[in-house]
């Protein structure tokens, strides 16, 4: 059964910094990217980064290039979104996914497989 189960999120202020991991099992993780994305209420669902551990191709969202950081530890099937320099318009919940590709891009309907989401709430 494949899994993807995300944790770190919470209640920070404008300018802190959170760590979210996203723990992937049931697939084969080298073949597959991982992604982050992120909906806010009435907002569409955003990309936020992506990362394929065997061809370490990263990819970032505009709204996040030199703040947001993508790392993958495969020993330990997981990959790690690090969020410095957090504003209040980045308050979401924050998904990870899994796409069956080695050039990972920031389209959601590519990825096959959805974690159920962490809250991130920045605050003013």
């Known amino acids: 059964e494949v899994q993807l189960v995300e944790s770190g999120g919470g209640l920070v202020q404008a300018g802190g910094s959170l760590r979210l991991s996203c723990a992937a099992s049931g697939f084969s993780f080298d073949d597959y990217a991982i992604g982050w994305f992120r909906q806010a209420p009435g907002k569409e669902r955003e990309g936020v980064s992506c990362i394929n551990s065997r061809t370490g191709i990263t990819v970032y969202g505009d709204s996040v290039k030199g703040r947001f950081s993508i790392s993958s530890d495969n020993a330990k099937n997981t990959v790690y979104l690090q969020m410095n320099s957090l504003k209040p318009e980045d308050t979401a919940v924050y998904y990870c996914?899994?796409?069956?590709?080695?050039?990972?891009?920031?389209?959601?309907?590519?990825?096959?497989?959805w974690g159920q989401g962490t809250q991130v709430s920045v605050s003013s």
């Open positions: 996914a899994a796409e069956r590709t080695a050039y990972p891009g920031l389209l959601p309907w590519t990825y096959e497989y």
